[in-house]
């Protein structure tokens, strides 16, 4: 039976805030060998946590010649992880991009390779290996150009359908929509569902509910000449072109697709990276579409401070001094003997800008870097960045060293109904009734994936209102007054939200989980209450009163189980 909730304290309790230090300890950490011959792009990295252990691993693409890189983290320190494979070698083409996604929902984490000069693929987990599923799970076998892939849940069925952002000039490949069809295969579906098909010199993509009303929409970063497109969702099963009418059809020399609430106001904007105002194609500098939160996008990169003239590829936000606010920090391609910055860390005022910090660390990066993705290796409450640097020199990790930072709280999602991975989903929370919001993401910023735990940073406060996360399937659990300094593990419905039915009322339900019997109390009268197992049938219907409020479950095996409550006109799962 799949866990129900547990917690891993940090035993530690950071209320004084301080200077941020960045430092590189890559090689003191057991990363230390470069990924591969000089390319442009550079090779893709993953943050996350590829054997389920609580610590947060890292993967790297590399260049011909040398196979994916997978570093498996012990208590702290990586080492190289070989027994995936029976035979490393038969992979070792060139590598753009890495996801660590549990497509099948069997509990796993399976791998997908993007690659620009052979196949992409799929590997299942069976066990402790790696399986190579392409063919059969319906991916084509020939060369499509790809650098990003995005996963998200366009029909919430539970099951993880992918984008695949293509990339070659003069030729008529197209970026591609894989369907998911629940068994182990995929579809490619792209003109049936609305999407535009024309050939683009796409990077990445990123899917996000940029409107908030259930359902995942799609943008896609173009590289010169092509506008980048934004794709509403319909909720049917298609999508429709809304790049032109929310404002977010810029022709630039698009590389990153990187979405976070930077203004924390409930909807989601959109940062993308850049060229040099000298040679971008046509719109100068980086951009950061703020989210109007009425379908429209407005370029805020000149008034927030992140305009960064560069040549700019991996961006992330992350809350570096746990203050409650978002910074960024960017990629750049060329070292300090050009003209241009090496990097750029932008650390937030909290008022919608951001200042370029030259204070935070980062005295050693001289790197041309690429891909970059945010986790925490030591479940230490402060993220770290990890950066594939060009082919010559070894990634960077860049850990925050400055330990009096404010408290925080990290969270891991479990779907049963949604996917079992929580991509799509949408975490908020609330302290002293300041809210922050977090979107569960596969596949985003420039080839790169972060970490699939979500972090908060909570400045002084001891103690969390609520903690609510909102699934895809519609299910929302909340747990309130939660203490800070801990990561937490929510599966789907196990904190099912006392929601209100209408205006007057209130249903509440205890305990759960249930032992034996399921008590339920409302100022109206309920009519009846219907038990479903996790396929949807009903296993148990019965009439409750005032006299008779609760309900025997002894006869039930351990497991899942949802309630659907009966009122008047009312009606709650």
């Not at 929509?177 to 990445?204: H, M």
């Amino acid at each position: 039976m799949k866990r129900i909730f547990f917690f891993f304290f940090i035993l530690s309790v950071h209320v004084v805030f301080s200077q941020i230090n960045f430092v590189d300890r890559a090689t003191l950490l057991g990363i230390d060998e470069h990924t591969g011959n000089s390319i442009f792009g550079g090779s893709g990295v993953s943050f996350v946590d590829f054997d389920d252990d609580g610590f947060d691993d890292i993967t790297l693409a590399s260049g011909s010649g040398i196979p994916v890189q997978f570093y498996k983290n012990i208590d702290g320190q990586f080492f190289i992880e070989v027994s995936f494979f029976n035979n490393p070698s038969f992979y070792s083409y060139r590598t753009r991009s890495i996801c660590w996604v549990d497509y099948d929902n069997d509990g796993d984490k399976d791998l997908f390779i993007t690659s620009d000069t052979d196949s992409n693929r799929l590997f299942k987990r069976e066990n402790d290996t790696l399986v190579d599923v392409t063919l059969s799970s319906g991916f084509p076998l020939d060369n499509l150009y790809t650098y990003g892939a995005s996963w998200g849940d366009i029909d919430n069925d539970g099951c993880l359908d992918v984008y695949l952002s293509n990339r070659i000039g003069d030729t008529t490949i197209t970026n591609y929509l894989f369907k998911n069809n629940c068994d182990g295969t995929f579809s490619e579906v792209t003109n049936s569902i609305g999407l535009n098909n024309l050939p683009a010199l796409s990077f990445c993509s990123g899917f996000f509910d940029f409107n908030n009303d259930g359902w995942q929409d799609l943008y896609v970063a173009n590289d010169k000449f092509k506008p980048n497109y934004l794709y509403k969702n319909n909720g049917d099963g298609t999508f429709t072109d809304v790049s032109q009418s929310s404002g977010t059809d810029i022709v630039m020399d698009a590389m990153s697709v990187t979405i976070d609430d930077f203004n924390a106001d409930g909807f989601f904007d959109i940062y993308i990276t850049n060229t040099p105002q000298t040679i971008s194609t046509p719109h100068p500098g980086c951009v950061l579409f703020k989210n109007n939160g009425d379908g429209t996008f407005t370029n805020v990169a000149v008034g927030s401070g992140t305009d960064l003239d560069s040549y700019s590829w991996g961006s992330s936000f992350l809350d570096a001094d746990n203050d409650g606010d978002l910074d960024l920090y960017v990629n750049t391609q060329y070292s300090g003997e050009n003209m241009y910055p090496t990097y750029a860390f932008f650390e937030s005022n909290g008022n919608e800008t951001l200042n370029n910090s030259i204070t935070s660390g980062f005295t050693t990066n001289s790197y041309k870097s690429y891909a970059c993705a945010v986790g925490d290796y030591d479940n230490s409450g402060t993220l770290e960045i990890i950066v594939n640097n060009d082919a010559d020199q070894v990634p960077s990790l860049w850990e925050n060293m400055e330990m009096s930072v404010g408290n925080y709280i990290s969270i891991d999602l479990e779907g049963t109904i949604s996917n079992n991975d929580g991509i799509g989903s949408i975490i908020e929370i609330s302290v002293n009734g300041t809210k922050q919001y977090r979107l569960v993401m596969s596949g985003e910023g420039y080839l790169s994936q972060n970490s699939m735990t979500e972090h908060f940073g909570i400045g002084a406060a001891t103690t969390i209102d609520y903690v609510k996360v909102k699934w895809l399937s519609g299910i929302e659990d909340i747990l309130y007054n939660v203490s800070p300094n801990q990561k937490i593990t929510i599966v789907e419905g196990s904190f099912l939200s006392v929601n209100e039915f209408g205006n007057d009322f209130t249903l509440n339900y205890y305990p759960n989980p249930v032992i034996d019997e399921l008590f339920i109390t409302s100022k109206e009268e309920i009519e009846q209450i219907e038990i479903f197992d996790m396929s949807g049938k009903v296993i148990l219907k019965t009439k409750l009163s005032h006299e008779n409020s609760s309900v025997k479950l002894t006869e039930l095996k351990s497991g899942f189980y949802f309630a659907q409550v009966a009122s008047g006109s009312y009606s709650k799962t």
